[in-house]
């Protein structure tokens, strides 16, 4: 018996141990909450979660301003770069040589052609310089061609540039045409 007397007391003085602890608690909690500073500090806490939501939602809008800033951004850079590489392609081609193959003629049509020297592509990977040949033939270079018809463009292409030399034919097509020109200019005189 005297040990479930022991327990029973025991658990007695815990409880009551218990009560004692939360009512003290409570005072305490009490004569806390009676401070001035505490009670200012509570009914600011309802705006201070109106300021935090506030916050919240402006860091929100200002996280896909930011986003939309750098797509932007981005879209910018995009555009100055191709804009730099036609601005830079420009001024090459406006340095470039202008070569003419026949002459200028109000009745003769005008033809683009690119050409290339294989020779002097194969030089310049082998790191050696050809003596006789512009080392720009190794990117495509532009010439004006003035025939009467393509047939006659191409044979005139070979006759100054011709294959045994390296000169190959990338492309040619029509610019405009003389004939209409020769037109106009009839018309208008």
């Known amino acids: 018996m005297g040990l479930l007397h022991a327990i029973m007391l025991a658990g007695i003085l815990a409880v009551v141990a218990g009560l004692i602890t939360l009512i003290v608690g409570r005072l305490g909690e009490a004569a806390v909450e009676r401070q001035p500073e505490v009670r200012h500090a509570a009914s600011r806490l309802p705006l201070g979660a109106q300021i935090e939501n506030r916050l919240e939602s402006r860091e929100s809008d200002l996280r896909q301003e930011l986003a939309g800033l750098q797509t932007a951004l981005g879209e910018a850079r995009r555009r100055r770069y191709a804009l730099d590489k036609e601005l830079?392609?420009?001024?090459?081609?406006?340095?470039?040589?202008?070569?003419?193959?026949?002459?200028?003629?109000?009745?003769?049509?005008?033809?683009?052609?690119?050409?290339?020297?294989?020779?002097?592509?194969?030089?310049?990977?082998?790191?050696?310089?050809?003596?006789?040949?512009d080392p720009e033939w190794a990117s495509p270079q532009m010439i004006e061609v003035w025939s009467e018809n393509l047939a006659d463009a191409r044979r005139d292409l070979q006759r100054y540039f011709p294959a045994p030399l390296g000169y190959v034919l990338l492309s040619i097509q029509l610019a405009n045409s003389g004939a209409a020109k020769a037109g106009d200019e009839t018309k208008g005189g």
């Not at 683009?112 to 082998?126: F, G, H, P, S």
């Open 88 to 133: 830079e392609d420009a001024r090459r081609s406006a340095l470039a040589p202008v070569r003419v193959v026949g002459r200028e003629d109000a009745g003769l049509n005008r033809f683009v052609a690119w050409m290339v020297n294989r020779l002097v592509q194969q030089a310049q990977t082998d790191t050696r310089n050809p003596v006789a040949l």
